[in-house]
């Protein structure tokens, strides 16, 4: 794929370009050879390039924000049975809907309830 099908298609897919400072300096010449695109802008921290001594490339860096989304609280009801009385279990649970049930998601549903 040449660049430009790549510049066309972010641009398509509404992609930004992070990197606006020249990749490659030399006595004659400046270019941007090494772009970075993102569609999702709020994500990146910071972009930009770095100096190298070593060469007239400089190396292009995009810090993104991948912090993870708090989970959601979760709340799980269930019997204890640490001090089971019979009688209250009996009671307490429709044993006659339980047996005639099918379905062994509903089964539990209505045990748990």
């Known amino acids: 794929m040449c660049l430009t099908e790549t510049c066309l298609g972010m641009i398509f897919y509404e992609g930004i370009e992070l990197i606006r400072d020249t990749s490659r300096v ?8 090494d772009v970075i695109f993102t569609n999702k ?19 292009v860096f995009c810090s993104v924000n991948f912090s993870r989304p708090k989970d959601k609280l979760k709340i799980v009801t269930y ?7 019979r009688p209250d279990l009996e009671a307490d649970v429709p044993w006659d ?17």
């Not at 030399?26 to 050879?33: A, F, G, P, V």
């Not at 019997?79 to 009385?85: G, M, Q, S, T």
Request: proline content about 0%; hydrophobic content about 40%; glycine content about 2%.
């Open 97 to 113: 809907d339980i047996l005639y049930l099918h379905d062994i998601d509903l089964k539990i549903e209505v045990f748990s309830r």
């Open 26 to 33: 030399t006595d004659r010449t400046s270019t941007l050879l």
């Open 79 to 85: 019997r204890n049975f640490n001090h089971l009385c």
């Open 41 to 59: 802008e709020f994500l990146i921290i910071e972009s930009g390039t770095v100096d190298n001594m070593l060469s007239d490339h400089q190396a």
